[in-house]
């Protein structure tokens, strides 16, 4: 069973449409996270969610939502899609009280046009 | 947070140690040191941690200064498998901790 799964791997679609990656995790983890590594590839934290507290990165346009059905989901909401926002995003979890070890997804490229 | 400093790329031939060096020296008594890397396309995976002592698990060691203000990531038997990008973080543990990634080191394992 994959630990920390994300859907879809792939995305493409157009200029400001509205689009959801979805991440699930199955390791019982308290905190999920949602990171966007760029074509420089460097990775860059969005979101940190818990069922107590959302921390969001401060440069990231609110046009980006995570949303939280549960403990085990933590969905990426984007609308009015711009074309930087093309993007390999990674979803990750961990025990909140624990150690930074972190698992992380497979990652979901995202290609705006 | 503390900064770490990383060779941007190394190499190392198939078979061999690969070591890893990370200099960290305005880390903090509660910061730990984390090693992450990731392989092209995949998901960031976490290789090891540690405060003061030196640690070691089925994947590499990790050997830490007596003043915390370095650390090196020993990876014993390099395969072609292990080029990756390596990352070092130093890192409040807790909720507080949330990872910060830098450019890493390029590892470039050669047959």
């Known amino acids: 069973d994959t630990a920390v799964s994300q859907t879809p791997k792939y995305l493409v679609t157009q200029m400001g449409n509205d689009k959801s990656i979805k991440c699930e995790q199955n390791?019982?983890?308290?905190?999920m996270y949602w990171y966007k590594q760029d074509s420089k590839k460097f990775l860059k934290i969005m979101f940190s969610?818990?069922?107590?507290?959302?921390?969001i990165n401060e440069t990231v346009p609110n046009r980006f939502s995570p949303k939280s059905p549960d403990k085990a989901h933590l969905n990426l909401h984007i609308n009015s899609l711009e074309l930087g926002d093309s993007a390999v995003y990674f979803c990750?979890?961990?025990?909140?009280?624990?150690?930074?070890?972190?698992?992380f997804g497979a990652g979901s490229r995202l290609t705006v046009l | 947070d503390a900064k770490t400093t990383q060779p941007p790329s190394m190499d190392c031939a198939e078979g061999r140690a690969a070591n890893l060096p990370c200099n960290h020296s305005?880390?903090?008594?509660?910061?730990?040191v984390y090693w992450y890397r990731q392989i092209h396309s995949q998901g960031p995976q976490y290789i090891i941690h540690?405060?003061?002592n030196n640690e070691t698990n089925e994947m590499a060691s990790l050997i830490i200064t007596e003043d915390r203000k370095s650390s090196t990531l020993i990876l014993p038997h390099a395969t072609l498998r292990d080029t990756a990008v390596y990352y070092c973080?130093?890192?409040?543990?807790?909720?507080?901790?949330?990872?910060?990634f830098g450019k890493g080191t390029k590892l470039s394992v050669k047959p």
């Open positions: 990750a979890s961990r025990v909140e009280s624990g150690a930074n070890v972190l698992t």
């Open positions: 390791l019982g983890h308290d905190t």
């Open positions: 969610y818990n069922n107590k507290e959302l921390i």
């Open positions: 305005t880390i903090s008594g509660n910061e730990y």
């Open positions: 540690g405060l003061k």
């Open positions: 973080i130093v890192r409040v543990g807790g909720s507080q901790g949330n990872l910060i």
